[in-house]
């Protein structure tokens, strides 16, 4: 398991550091685990796999190469 930053996590999903906190506190969006004291690292897979779960909700079709 590869753990990524916060700041990686707001990149990688464009959501505001807002949105993030509400859609991980209603079950929405993977949990971050807590490293240290003042960090915290989230699952790169688990992130991944909800960005691919968001883009299939969708009906976005990945597959175009326009």
């Given at each position: 398991m590869a753990l990524i930053s916060r700041n990686e996590v707001l990149k990688k999903t464009s959501l505001s550091p807002s949105t993030l906190w509400r859609k991980?506190?209603?079950?929405?969006?993977?949990?971050?685990?807590?490293?240290?004291?003042?960090?915290?690292?989230?699952?790169?897979?688990?992130?991944?796999a909800w960005i691919q779960f968001v883009i299939s909700a969708t009906g976005y079709d990945t597959s175009s190469s326009d």
């Open positions: 991980e506190r209603a079950g929405e969006f993977p949990k971050a685990v807590r490293i240290s004291t003042n960090r915290v690292a989230y699952d790169a897979e688990a992130v991944d």
